[in-house]
């Protein structure tokens, strides 16, 4: 069996279809209200490409992750980093959401790229936020979604 060279092993790749047309999924990834409910609370964001901007994390120790919006296309596109500037071993790590449309839906894909598997912590952080996507943030996605 060839690996095939497209695929990266550090990456976290996560694909879903939401029953729901692309600008209902474009809201839920970018308006503040909807964040807060699926994700975290944003403070200061606003899908403009270059914007800097945090998320609050309540009841933990390391409160804030600071991003910054790289790539923001409606209905299409949003990319930020995503940094967590006080922890022991802060690293910044890309979070993209790319979507289309797909039948009566969208087709969503995550990806979140920047971490060195070499590295046990690193390599811990990745299935941990892996796990993190799958299990809780993505079907709350799905519920804020259905609303």
């Not at 695929?7 to 729901?20: C, D, H, K, M, S």
């Not at 209902?24 to 909807?34: G, K």
């Not at 600071?66 to 910044?92: G, I």
Request: charged letters at 20%; aromatic letters at 10%.
């Amino acid at each position: 069996m060839i690996a095939d060279p497209q695929l990266n092993p550090a990456a976290i790749e996560l694909g879903t279809f939401v029953p729901r047309p692309l600008d209902a999924v474009w809201r839920a990834l970018t308006q503040p209200d909807l964040l807060e409910r699926w994700l975290l609370r944003p403070i200061g964001f606003a899908p403009s490409a270059g914007n800097c901007f945090r998320f609050l994390i309540p009841d933990a120790s390391i409160n804030e992750i600071v991003c910054e919006v790289l790539a923001a296309r409606p209905c299409e596109q949003l990319t930020y980093s995503w940094t967590y500037p006080h922890a022991d071993y802060p690293t910044p790590w890309i979070v993209d959401w790319t979507m289309r449309p797909q039948g009566l839906g969208t087709r969503l894909l995550l990806t979140q790229t920047g971490f060195d598997i070499e590295d046990r912590r690193q390599k811990m952080a990745r299935n941990a936020m892996e796990r993190s996507w799958k299990r809780l943030l993505l079907p709350r996605l799905g519920e804020v979604l259905q609303h």
